[in-house]
């Protein structure tokens, strides 16, 4: 099984995706996996996602499938049975950290204060979603905090693109970055699958 830090190095760039059809969810990971990315992680935030989660799971197992905004205790539990391997939370309560921590599978918690971050890795909690990272603070942030919190390894999303990801992935603390931009939602309502794989290609020569 993955470990939350092992999540940090599958691929440059986990795709953070929100999808309204869940028949998209099935060509859209294809095409990451294309472009060479091996990740994916499908936001809770449509009424389609416990489908398309489940659609993933059955149709490209190749993909390691994760389920983001996890933000309730019967979210953490409705997408194991679904069939993702990960959970992603944009922050964390006691209720959500103990449903995470009671379906078994790896998950980054989310934590944008040095204050959160610390209460994390009280929990043993190392690998942790930054968020959100250009609002929060930004490579500046994740900079300062690698003095206090040297063991902490982030994965930084919110607001993340091919541009200013580089800025991320050369701390020390960081190994991957999160981020919407590989999944347009104008390409997803047309069906623009090519596109995706052609953003996945360049996000997946990002280097950390
Ligand atoms: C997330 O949930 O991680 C963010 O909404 C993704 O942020 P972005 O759309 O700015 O990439």
């Not at 489940?54 to 149709?59: E, G």
């Not at 019967?74 to 990960?86: K, L, V």
């Not at 970055?177 to 047309?190: E, F, I, M, N, R």
Request: hydrophobic share 45%; charged share 15%; with cysteine.
């Amino acid at each position: 099984m993955t470990t939350g830090s092992e999540l940090l190095t599958l691929s440059p760039v986990i795709p953070v995706v929100v999808v309204d059809d869940p028949g998209d969810a099935a060509p859209l990971a294809e095409a990451l996996l294309a472009g060479g990315i091996k990740v994916i992680e499908l936001t809770l935030r449509t009424p389609a996602a416990l489908e398309a989660i489940a659609n993933v799971h059955k149709s490209v197992p190749d993909i390691v499938l994760g389920a983001g905004t996890v933000t309730s205790p019967a979210q953490a539990a409705q997408a194991a049975e679904a069939g993702a391997s990960f959970l992603v939370t944009p922050g964390t309560t006691d209720a959500v950290l103990d449903a995470c921590q009671v379906t078994g599978l790896p998950f980054l918690p989310g934590a944008s204060t040095v204050s959160e971050m610390m209460r994390l890795a009280e929990r043993g909690l190392t690998a942790l979603k930054f968020f959100p990272a250009e609002a929060a603070g930004g490579a500046d942030f994740l900079k300062s905090v690698s003095g206090p919190l040297p063991e902490l390894r982030f994965c930084p999303t919110g607001g993340i693109n091919l541009a200013n990801a580089p800025q991320y992935l050369g701390l020390p603390n960081v190994k991957c970055v999160g981020g919407s931009w590989l999944t347009p939602k104008d390409a997803l309502a047309a069906k623009d699958f090519g596109r995706i794989e052609a953003l996945a290609k360049e996000a997946s020569a990002l280097t950390a």
